[in-house]
C-alpha cells in the first residue's frame, strides 16, 4: 500500500531557489577572480587559493553538516545557509584586505555546506516519495 501524497511543489520551487542562489554563491569565486586580480592586485596564487578556500569550506564541510543533521534535524539550517553564503559573496566586495577577502569565502562556503544535507532531506520530505524500509 503507498502512501504517497504527492509532490509539494511550492516547497520544491522554495528548494530549488534556494539550491539555485546556494551554487551560484559557489560558482561566484570563480567569476570574481579576474575581477580581485584587476582591481585588488591579488596574484594568481592568492586567486587560486580563495577558489580552493571555497571549493574545501564546501565540499569539505558539507558531510559534517550531514553527519550531525542526520542526528538531530536542524530545518534552519537552510535558510540560514543561503543566507550566509550571500553575505559572504556580498562582503568579498568590501573587504578591504586579503585575509578579510578569504574569511568571507570561507563564510560563504559554510553556508553552502550548511544548505545542502538539510535541503536533500526536505526535498524527499515534500516530493511525496515513500520513506525507505529501515
Same mark, same amino acid.
Do not use: W
Given at each position: 500500500?503507498?502512501? #504517497? @501524497?504527492?509532490? *509539494? @511543489?511550492?516547497?520544491?520551487?522554495?528548494?530549488?531557489?534556494?539550491?539555485? +542562489?546556494?551554487?551560484? #554563491?559557489?560558482? /561566484?569565486? /570563480?567569476?570574481?577572480?579576474?575581477? !580581485?586580480?584587476?582591481? $585588488?592586485?591579488? %596574484?594568481?596564487?592568492?586567486?587560486?587559493?580563495?577558489?580552493?578556500?571555497?571549493?574545501? =569550506?564546501?565540499?569539505?564541510?558539507?558531510?559534517?553538516?550531514? &553527519? +550531525? %543533521?542526520? $542526528? @538531530?534535524?536542524?530545518? %534552519? !539550517?537552510?535558510?540560514?545557509?543561503?543566507?550566509?553564503?550571500?553575505?559572504?559573496?556580498? !562582503?568579498?566586495?568590501?573587504?578591504?584586505? &586579503?585575509?578579510?577577502?578569504?574569511?568571507?569565502?570561507?563564510? =560563504?562556503?559554510?553556508?553552502?555546506?550548511?544548505?545542502?544535507?538539510?535541503?536533500? $532531506?526536505?526535498? #524527499?520530505?515534500?516530493?511525496?516519495? *515513500?520513506?525507505?524500509?529501515?
Amino acid at each position: 500500500m503507498s502512501t #504517497n @501524497k504527492g509532490v *509539494d @511543489k511550492r516547497a520544491m520551487a522554495a528548494l530549488s531557489a534556494g539550491h539555485l +542562489f546556494t551554487d551560484v #554563491n559557489q560558482g /561566484a569565486v /570563480a567569476a570574481l577572480v579576474p575581477f !580581485l586580480v584587476a582591481e $585588488r592586485g591579488l %596574484s594568481l596564487a592568492a586567486a587560486g587559493t580563495l577558489v580552493l578556500a571555497a571549493t574545501l =569550506s564546501s565540499s569539505i564541510v558539507q558531510p559534517l553538516f550531514g &553527519y +550531525f %543533521s542526520d $542526528r @538531530k534535524p536542524l530545518p %534552519s !539550517l537552510m535558510p540560514l545557509g543561503v543566507m550566509l553564503g550571500g553575505i559572504g559573496i556580498a !562582503l568579498v566586495g568590501v573587504a578591504p584586505s &586579503y585575509p578579510l577577502i578569504l574569511l568571507c569565502i570561507v563564510l =560563504s562556503g559554510l553556508g553552502v555546506a550548511a544548505f545542502h544535507p538539510e535541503s536533500a $532531506r526536505f526535498a #524527499n520530505y515534500v516530493s511525496g516519495a *515513500d520513506a525507505p524500509a529501515a
